[in-house]
């Protein structure tokens, strides 16, 4: 599926002259076929999944919740956490719509994990990233899944609402009707209202795409410097499996970073072309994309500093033992 990028960065190479055995060359083929790769992915998936989040509205999550038990309702929030938002940034805003529509805590707790937590975006990379596959794909979406479905259940175990900000539960303002599925008074033709949301997709996708292009530009210069530059004895000592400090030094890494999962991919790719344990990658890619310090101040005008507190530990411990499980089992 992935070999025309392959053959686009071959074909890249030959034409600069350079050589895929040395360190230049080894980088610039790694940045070709990523770049290329990345942004085609990118585009397609969120063209497509702009098509579902534009039917998408809180009073229509409340509707679906309506009547079933607790536990559907962890997975449908989790299930719309995947295919929603693309950072932890812009799951905030949709996580506040849902608590202002009287949506159960646990289950917006549920949302905001997996917003972050679990992309289609890396899951399909991962599937053609060596080392890793579909194996490495499933691991990373079932374990993003079930530490969410887990923290929302003890958000409400634990009734942790008593930490949320009282001003949270204002009413939602009801939006206009939207431009791109013709659900507005006027009556439109069904091919009117199919060319207006194909039209949504595409304006969606690539303004997604213009946001997200530094951090996929960022991440593929740090892959392509740690592919090419790096030698693999450097991540074995510090990253490899004889050291117990791996995991939890990977699962706190991302803390002070901020990026998307497609600027992390690169650096994920090179981890494991490196010889990095599955584990240990896959968790510096939950930590980065899942815990950062702009998500919790901006959290901070929702949830108490009490309730985040849990919400870090909660997903720092979660991430530890999925990254030890990971390197033991694989």
């Known amino acids: 599926m992935f070999d025309m990028f392959t053959r686009f960065a071959d074909w890249g190479i030959t034409l600069l002259g350079v050589s895929k055995t040395t360190a230049f060359g080894a980088a610039v083929h790694f940045f070709l076929e990523d770049f290329t790769k990345i942004i085609v992915l990118i585009y397609v998936l969120i063209f497509t999944v702009s098509l579902f989040r534009s039917q998408l509205s809180a009073e229509k999550v409340k509707a679906y919740l309506s009547g079933k038990s607790r536990w559907y309702g962890y997975v449908l929030a989790v299930v719309l956490g995947i295919v929603t938002p693309f950072c932890s940034c812009s799951s905030i805003p949709l996580f506040v719509g849902f608590l202002a529509a009287g949506i159960p805590f646990g289950v917006t707790m549920a949302f905001l994990i997996s917003s972050p937590l679990v992309s289609e975006i890396a899951a399909v990379l991962l599937v053609g990233t060596p080392g890793a596959g579909w194996?490495?794909?499933?691991?990373?979406?079932?374990?993003?899944?079930l530490i969410s479905v887990l923290g929302g259940y003890l958000c409400d175990r634990l009734q942790l609402i008593r930490w949320i900000q009282p001003d949270s539960f204002l009413p939602e303002k009801k939006s206009s009707p939207c431009r791109c599925c013709g659900c507005g008074k006027e009556r439109k033709s069904r091919i009117s209202r199919i060319k207006e949301l194909l039209k949504y997709a595409h304006s969606y996708a690539w303004?997604?795409?213009?946001?997200?292009?530094?951090?996929?530009?960022?991440?593929?210069?740090?892959?392509?410097?740690?592919?090419?530059?790096?030698?693999?004895?450097?991540f074995a000592e510090w990253l490899g499996r004889g050291n117990w400090y791996a995991v939890p030094l990977a699962s706190v890494a991302g803390a002070p970073l901020y990026a998307s999962h497609a600027g992390v991919i690169p650096v994920i790719q090179s981890l494991l072309g490196k010889g990095v344990p599955l584990g240990t990658a896959l968790v510096l890619l939950m930590s980065i994309t899942a815990l950062s310090l702009p998500e919790m101040i901006m959290l901070n005008r929702v949830l108490k500093w009490k309730l985040i507190g849990w919400f870090c530990g909660f997903l720092i411990l979660s991430f530890i033992i999925t990254g030890y499980l990971l390197n033991m089992l694989i």
């Open 135 to 145: 194996l490495a794909a499933g691991i990373y979406v079932l374990s993003g899944c």
């Open 207 to 234: 303004n997604t795409l213009r946001e997200l292009f530094w951090y996929i530009l960022a991440g593929l210069l740090v892959g392509a410097f740690i592919h090419g530059y790096i030698p693999q004895a450097f």
